[in-house]
C-alpha cells in the first residue's frame, strides 16, 4: 500500500465549478497534512496546510481533515483557468526522531475556460 | 534574498559518471530533504536530514547518496549505479517540527546522454 494516494487523474472542470481532489494516508500517526501546487516546468508551492480534524477555508480554497477515515480533500471553488496545475498532497510522519514528508503522485486539475 | 538554491538548472550526464547537484539555503532551516520527479509523477523521496552530519534515506535512496556537513548545504550525489537517472531533482527545506512547511528550490533536471 502507497503511503500517500491521490484520486487519479487527470481532472477536468469548467470555469466556475467546484473541483474536488482527495488523498488518502497509510500512516495513522501522520500529523500534518499540505497541498502544494506545482505548474507545468516549475517547483512546489504550498497553497494550504491542516493539522486538525475539520475544515480550513482560505478564499476559494478548503481544505478538509478526517483522521479517522485517514483522508484529507481539497476543494476549489469558482475555479479558474490560473488554477490549472498538478496539485500534490503531502503528509509529514514522525520516523523515530525524524519527521519524514511524503508526497502522493499528483492530482492535474484543467479549468476549462 | 533568503531562500533555496540549486544548481545547475540543467545537467548533462554520461552514463557511468557521478555527478553532484548542489542546494544551498539560507533560511537557517535545520530540516532538509531531496526528492526525484519523474513525467507525470509525483515527488519519490531520496534522503531527508533534520540535522547537521546525520540524515536518513527515503523511499529510493539506492544509487544516491548524500552529506550534510553544514546546516545550509545538503548535496546530493547521483552514482552510476543509479540506473535510470534521468529526472527532475528538487531540494526541500523546512524548519524542524510536525506544523512546519516545506519550501523548495528552483529545481535541476538531469539528463543522461
Known amino acids: 500500500q502507497k503511503e500517500v494516494e491521490q484520486n487519479s487523474g487527470p481532472l477536468s472542470v469548467p470555469e466556475g465549478a467546484i473541483a474536488s481532489l482527495n488523498c488518502t494516508y497509510s500512516?495513522?500517526?501522520?500529523?500534518?497534512f499540505f497541498w502544494y501546487r506545482q505548474y507545468s516546468g516549475k517547483s512546489p508551492e504550498l497553497k494550504m496546510f491542516?493539522?486538525?480534524?475539520g475544515d480550513k477555508e482560505d478564499g476559494r480554497f478548503t481544505a478538509q481533515l478526517n483522521k479517522a477515515s485517514q483522508y484529507v480533500s481539497l476543494l476549489i471553488r469558482d475555479s479558474q483557468p490560473s488554477d490549472s496545475a498538478t496539485y500534490l498532497c503531502?503528509?509529514?510522519?514522525?520516523?523515530?526522531?525524524?519527521?519524514?514528508?511524503?508526497f502522493g503522485k499528483g492530482t492535474l486539475l484543467t479549468v476549462n475556460p | 534574498d533568503g531562500g533555496i538554491t540549486q544548481s545547475p538548472k540543467y545537467l548533462f550526464r554520461k552514463e557511468g559518471q557521478n555527478v553532484t547537484l548542489s542546494c544551498e539555503q539560507n533560511?537557517?532551516?535545520?530540516?532538509m530533504y531531496w526528492y526525484r520527479q519523474d513525467p507525470g509523477q509525483g515527488l519519490r523521496l531520496i534522503y531527508y536530514?533534520?540535522?547537521?552530519?546525520?540524515?536518513q534515506k527515503g523511499d529510493i535512496a539506492e544509487g544516491y547518496s548524500v552529506s550534510r556537513e553544514k546546516k545550509e548545504s545538503f548535496p546530493l550525489t547521483v552514482t552510476s549505479a543509479q540506473k535510470n537517472p534521468t529526472a527532475f531533482y528538487l531540494c526541500?527545506?523546512?524548519?524542524?517540527?510536525?506544523?512546519?512547511?516545506?519550501?523548495f528550490g528552483q529545481g535541476t533536471r538531469l539528463t543522461v546522454v
Open positions: 536530514s533534520q540535522i547537521v552530519n546525520d540524515f
Open positions: 500512516d495513522r500517526g501522520s500529523q500534518s
Open positions: 491542516i493539522y486538525s480534524n
Open positions: 526541500a527545506s523546512s524548519l524542524t517540527g510536525k506544523y512546519t512547511e516545506a519550501f
Open positions: 533560511l537557517n532551516h535545520d530540516a
Open positions: 503531502a503528509v509529514k510522519s514522525l520516523i523515530g526522531s525524524n519527521y519524514k514528508l511524503t
